[in-house]
């Protein structure tokens, strides 16, 4: 099972850039999706995460009202829009698939709830 994330790149502050999440071997229209990510020298934070279907997103405090996670189930696909990029945005971005549908209680902010990791892309936001 390999999860692929892409579309990193370069933004200005203020910016917005879309980053996909897709997997080889498994669907991921049938469980729930995280993004993560990770900025040098600092731990793996959570970013957002969705349901099966959609229904019910999450984010971490620092993106809230800036963020967007949705997903095209037929196409296999998880996205998340980022808007109003700040240069502490910079970092690599990893989705991850949870082993269920549904995230029940605080499983959306949790690593160890997420049993697939993509390899990450890098999103570098310049000042």
């Known amino acids: 099972v390999q999860l692929q994330a892409f579309g990193g790149g370069l933004a200005q502050a203020g910016g917005s850039l879309r980053v996909c999440c897709t997997a080889?071997?498994?669907?991921?229209?049938?469980?729930?999706v995280g993004w993560f990510r990770q900025a040098p020298g600092k731990e793996r934070e959570f970013v957002a995460a969705?349901?099966?279907?959609?229904?019910?997103?999450r984010y971490g405090d620092s993106v809230q009202g800036r963020f967007i996670i949705s997903r095209d189930n037929d196409k296999n696909t998880v996205y998340l829009q980022m808007n109003s990029l700040k240069p502490e945005d910079t970092a690599v971005y990893y989705c991850?698939?949870?082993?269920?549908?549904?995230?029940?209680?605080?499983?959306?902010?949790?690593?160890?709830?997420?049993?697939?990791w993509g390899q990450g892309t890098l999103v570098t936001v310049s000042s």
């Open positions: 969705i349901n099966w279907n959609g229904v019910g997103t």
């Open positions: 991850a698939s949870h082993r269920a549908p549904y995230y029940y209680g605080s499983q959306y902010d949790s690593k160890e709830s997420h049993h697939y």
């Open positions: 080889c071997g498994r669907t991921l229209s049938s469980y729930a």
